[in-house]
Every structure is written in C-alpha cells, then in structure tokens.
C-alpha cells in the first residue's frame, strides 16, 4: 500500500522539529545555554546515562562546565525520522559528536556516534522535547598529530595575509552575525 503524500501542515511540523535539533547542536558548539533550554518544553528530561539523567536545565547545567574544559565540540544530526502523532512526535536522529580536549601539551578528539531518540510536544504552537533518551553506539579517541594549521606543505595558503575565521564558543561567533538568535 503506498504512502500517502505528507500534508502542508505535517511538513510544517516536521520542519520545526528537524529546527529543534538543529538549533540543538548549536547551542552546544556555541555554548549557548539559552538556546539549548529552548529546545526543550518546561519541564523536559534529558537522558544521557550514564552521564547524566534529570531534567533538562540539570542537563544543561550540568554539562556546561564540562563542556567549557574542552577545546571544542561539534555535534551533527542525520537520518532524522519524525513520526508525527497530533500534536505529539516521535522522533529518531543519528548523531556524531567530536570533542577536543587538551591533555597535558597534547590534543585529543573523542569523536562518537549514536541517536537521540525524542518525545517531542506541540504546546500553544511549539515544538519542543518532552523526552530526550541518547543511545550510545561507538566512539574513539584519537591524539591529534596535526592540524590544518599546522600541516606543512599540505595546504598551501592563497592569500596568507588574511586572518582566518575562527570559531567562537559563544555569540561573538561569526555566525550570530548572520543568523542570529534562532
């Protein structure tokens, strides 16, 4: 039996919550606990175990000291699969998070995957989590021997006279520039 064709308004809903997770990720690369709460509903839970289980703000709170000890963090989201029920989601997304950290002089990424599996709610027009349950799959840790930085001759610089654009873990990051606050 076919599918039938998703409505305008399943695929409004779909794409508010796919924005939730995106801005999600945001929020942890940029260490921007504001947007990060926005992501869940009042009263939201947020089950990373072993590491943390509770409320959403205790994870908030909770992870952003760890996250500040480190060098960086990029958190990317794919395969998303939104089970749309009303005014409720089921909500599946394949995730991949690479932490930098500095150990001694040397650096080392911790990079691991696994999926956010969300209960997200509709309430007074917004989607936002419910239920948050990470499920851990893998995960490596590597030293960094070397960076683009520092490659050598395998990058050669065009223009070696202008500055990079370098990343920022809060709102002075370049991007807030361009989209600001969402």
């Known amino acids: ?36 709460l926005s992501c869940w509903h009042e009263g939201g839970t947020d089950d990373h175990s072993p590491l ?7 994870f908030v709170e909770w992870l952003w000291p760890v996250h500040a000890a480190m060098e960086s963090t990029r958190h990317v989201v794919s395969n998303t699969l939104i089970q749309l029920n009303g005014d409720k989601a089921g909500v599946e997304s394949y995730w991949t998070v690479t932490l930098r950290l500095k150990k001694g002089g040397d650096l080392y990424d911790v990079t691991g995957g696994g ?18 349950q990470s499920l851990h799959d893998w995960d490596v840790v590597q030293k960094v021997e070397a960076t683009m930085a520092n490659a050598g001759p395998m ?9 990079p654009k370098v990343s920022a873990r809060d709102k002075t990051d370049y991007s807030y520039r361009v989209i600001g606050n969402i």
């Open 155 to 163: 990058l050669e610089s065009n223009n070696p006279e202008v500055r």
């Open 115 to 132: 999926r956010y599996v969300d209960n997200f709610e509709c309430i007074d027009g917004q989607w936002a989590i419910r239920h948050r």
């Open 52 to 58: 943390f289980s509770g409320s959403a703000k205790g």
């Open 1 to 36: 039996m076919p599918i039938p064709p998703p409505t305008l308004d399943e695929l409004a809903a779909k794409q508010a919550i796919t924005e939730v997770i995106h801005r999600y990720c945001r929020a942890m690369d940029r260490m921007d606990a504001e947007l990060a």
